[in-house]
């Protein structure tokens, strides 16, 4: 759990730093309004991606590296968490993006400007599926990359880094790229500030995560692994693991078996092969 809560604060920490920075600058006078929406959804969305990633990969040995209550929501539903460790990484989840928003509100001048929110335009019915399609393609990366265990487990962090960035690249300019429960209400504890749509923060990515849960179920389901066949570093059910005491005779039988086939078929051939040339 504390490494959980570690993760989290360092994570948003990071990403609620680069936002304010994109807040103080590219929203002043410096810049037009278009090249400043366009660099400041682009800065934001890196600051996310890149500090999701070096997090992810710090902590996901540690505690999972989850940092999201609506991750640890879908994990729970595919079965890797049990119900009552999620509900308790969704707290301390929830308590880190307090903290994060409370160091940077402490450590940089002026207002707490990192909260989400929807831009003019965008109803609150728009708001709520971005963001549950959103978290539905950043629970999709964990649950690939991450849940499942394959010879590039080991550079999860790498694309689910990138899944975050691509998806706040979309939602960073429409509701202002949430896709997680602690990301919203830690600032918005901070600065004391609600809107009345904030439910939206909550509920889409909740959606999001059951939809890419039901989505990677219905797929285990099918079992999509069987498409391509097993990994070169997965034991297939057919093969006999080679040991010291044991080594691996799979092989061997085989040859047996094509051995006999020739014998059978074409006995002149075969002995032509196999019988050593004498020297007269």
Do not use: C
């Amino acid at each position: 759990m504390i490494g959980e809560y570690v993760g989290t604060v360092l994570f948003l920490l990071f990403a609620f730093g680069g936002t304010k920075i994109v807040t103080s600058l590219f929203y002043g006078a410096r810049t037009a309004p278009l090249i400043g929406d366009i660099l400041s959804s682009l800065y934001i969305s890196l600051a996310f991606g890149f500090s999701l990633t070096v997090s992810v990969w710090i902590f996901f040995r540690v505690s999972g590296g989850l940092f999201n209550p609506a991750v640890s929501l879908g994990m729970a539903l595919v079965g890797v968490l049990t119900p009552l460790r999620a509900a308790l990484l969704a707290f301390v989840q929830i308590l880190g993006g307090m903290t994060a928003a409370a160091i940077v509100s402490v450590l940089t001048p002026g207002p707490l400007e990192v909260r989400t929110t929807l831009t003019s335009g965008v109803s609150v019915s728009r708001g709520l599926f971005i963001e549950m399609f959103l978290t539905a393609w950043l629970m999709l990366a964990i649950l690939f990359l991450a849940a499942e265990k394959h010879k590039a487990t080991f550079i999860a962090p790498v694309g689910i880094g990138i899944a975050l960035f691509v998806a706040e690249l979309f939602g960073v300019f429409y509701t202002g790229g949430s896709l997680n429960p602690a990301r919203s209400f830690g600032p918005s504890v901070v600065a004391r500030q609600f809107n009345g749509y904030d439910w939206i923060y909550w509920v889409g990515p909740g959606l999001g995560a059951g939809l890419a849960a039901a989505f990677y179920k219905l797929l285990k389901w099918f079992e999509y692994e069987t498409v391509l066949g097993p990994e070169v570093d997965t034991p297939s059910p057919h093969q006999v693991p080679s040991t010291p005491a044991h080594p691996a005779t799979l092989p061997t039988e085989r040859g047996d078996r094509e051995v006999g086939a020739l014998k059978s078929a074409l006995p002149g051939l075969h002995n032509f092969l196999t019988t050593s040339p004498s020297i007269r």
